[in-house]
């Protein structure tokens, strides 16, 4: 369970996760010890899993994303998900229930690209492929409050 403090501390570092331990503590109304203690413990129940990096795609030439479901053909489960995990262009993939078994995002730089990245699963699986247009919504935290 979360207390207020712990909430305060998650929402600070939910809008600006590089800011020092002294302004942290100076928001969240204690000291830089006291603060320090909190984030330790946070990372160790792995409520906080780690601090990132967001780097937009096509500020690298990676103008397109796609989303894509894959459902492996029979027997090639175990393959195609090597194949994913070893694709760079698949930044995050989900197992799922349903029809697919994967439904995966990737970002490439031109249809070519994706198309390769296409034919190299083809015969491994079947896919269903959708170009994101835009993103209305970006990955943001949960609500704190509940």
Do not use: W
Not at 10 to 27: C, F, I, N, P
Not at 116 to 127: F, M, N, S, V, W
């Amino acid at each position: 369970m979360l207390d207020d403090i712990d909430r305060r501390i998650l929402s600070v570092l939910a809008g600006d996760a590089r800011q020092s331990l002294k302004e942290l503590a100076a928001q969240v109304g204690l000291s830089s010890p006291s603060t320090s203690e909190r984030l330790k413990r946070l990372e160790e129940r792995g409520v906080i899993r780690g601090f990132t990096l967001d780097i937009d795609p096509a500020a690298l030439g990676y103008s397109l994303q796609a989303l894509v479901r894959i459902r492996p053909l029979p027997g090639k489960l175990h393959v195609v998900q090597q194949l994913i995990e070893d694709l760079p262009e698949i930044v995050e993939c989900d197992k799922v229930t349903g029809e697919d078994c994967f439904f995966a995002r990737l970002h490439v730089r031109t249809i070519g690209d994706l198309d390769g990245i296409l034919d190299r699963i083809a015969d491994k699986a079947e896919t269903n492929t959708a170009i994101v247009k835009a993103q209305p919504v970006r990955r943001r935290i949960l609500p704190l409050d509940r």
